[in-house]
């Protein structure tokens, strides 16, 4: 580890690399922890993988492709968030077909790009070494969306996530809350992407939270806990990426995977011994 420290005080990549794991893991950790909660971690999927729809769009035309990204993000979510609040029966099925659709059309528009498309497959399985600063600039932008919206709307969003019939009683507007989660959802995703990817997006968005979880007090110690154990986690697996050459994307996620599973069977333990004293 000694000779990735080394050369992080001497090539801007790495630099920039490290920067985008210290923001990325802020949204995931504070979006995480709504998602883990609230136990909508198939929606987010179902919003995660539908962005190639956009991606392949965006790439199609020679637009950018982080900003297609974004707007199907948003749609996606919106689209999802409407199916599941009108359509609860068969509701699995419904975001599955709305995932799979997503993806294939994004398989097409890729497809049918002159080319071999190696910019988008960067983005599909993650390139964090190719972060630029205009990236950067973006993925502060969005931390700053989610913590600013969080932070003006945290009540209302804690009520929602544990007691929708209570948020009703105080007159919140469930389905507008609700919405808006999925849409900082949809803002987390994009700003995973670059990290590790769209295919493990979801594996971020939640084990740092999933892990905050087992030693919850409230849910702001949650977010807290698990944007810390973001920074941890990308920063070490991009540093045994970089001892190793390795893809710093799965890199990062065996770490979070690990850690998640050490942490499952210390607490079983924990648990496995105090029943057993009383």
Known sequence: ????????????????????????????GVIGSYVVVKRITFLAGGIAHAVLGGMGIAYYFQQPVLAGALIAALGTALFIGWIYLHSHQNEDTLIGAVWATGMAIGILFISQTPGYNVDLMSYLFGNILMVSRTDLYLMA??????????????????????????????????????????????????????????????????????????????????MLVASVLGMVFTSTGLGI???????????IILVAAASYFVSTIFIQSILKKWRSQT
């Not at 580890?1 to 995931?28: E, R």
């Not at 990426?241 to 890199?251: D, H, Q, R, V």
Request: contains cysteine; proline residues 2%; aromatic residues 12%.
């Open 141 to 222: 932008g969005l931390d700053a969306i989610i913590v600013l919206t969080v932070i003006i709307f945290y009540k209302q969003l804690l009520i929602t996530c544990f007691d929708e019939e209570f948020a009703q009683l105080r007159n919140i507007s469930v389905t507008f809350f609700y919405l808006l989660l999925l849409c900082m959802v949809a803002l987390t995703v994009v700003l995973l992407i670059r990290v590790v990817g769209l295919i493990l997006v979801i594996a971020l968005l939640t084990l740092p939270a999933a892990i905050a979880l087992q030693y919850a007090i409230s849910l702001s110690y949650i």
């Open 241 to 251: 990426a970089y001892e190793y050459n390795l893809p710093a994307g799965a890199s």
């Open 1 to 28: 580890m000694s000779t990735f420290l080394d050369a992080l005080w001497q090539f801007s990549f790495l630099q920039h690399a490290m920067l985008a794991g210290l923001l990325a893991s802020i949204g995931c």
